[in-house]
Nanobody
Framework: QVQLVESGGGLVQAGGSLRLSCVAS????????MGWFRQAPGKEREFVAA????????DYADSVKGRFTISTDNARNTVYLQIAGLKPEDTGVYSC??????????????????WGQGTQVTVSL
């Protein structure tokens, strides 16, 4: 059974940092791409960042470029999202997702086969 389990969310003041983790299990993910998405209260879920296990390619939404860093630890089957310079508008539920690397674009959530349950990030002023 495939599982993606996120952790690392919490309440943080504006300007602070967090590192989110997503542990993947249940199958081989070497030919998959991993994405992070977020959903703010009352808004649609949006793309944040993506990468591939097997290559260093990364992709970021313009709103997070320069503040968020996505990375992988292949030995631990873990994808990280390092977040710096947090802003109140970064508040939301952050979810990781997996899709076959050859299938569609990073930014379309419909291309992703597997999803985690999400972790809440709340940024206060």
């Amino acid at each position: 059974q495939v599982q993606l389990v996120e952790s690392g969310g919490g309440l943080v003041q504006a300007g602070g940092s967090l590192r989110l983790s997503c542990v993947a299990s249940g199958r081989t993910f070497s030919d998959f791409a991993m994405g992070w998405f977020r959903q703010a209260p009352g808004k649609e879920r949006e793309f944040v960042a993506a990468t591939k296990w097997s290559a260093g390619n990364t992709d970021y939404a313009d709103s997070v470029k320069g503040r968020f860093t996505i990375s992988t630890d292949n030995a631990r089957n873990t994808v990280y999202l390092q977040i710096a310079g947090l802003k109140p508008e970064d508040t939301g539920v952050y979810s990781c997702a997996a899709r076959p690397a050859w299938y569609g674009s990073n930014r379309n959530q419909r291309n992703y086969y597997y999803w985690g349950q999400g972790t809440q990030v709340t940024v206060s002023l």
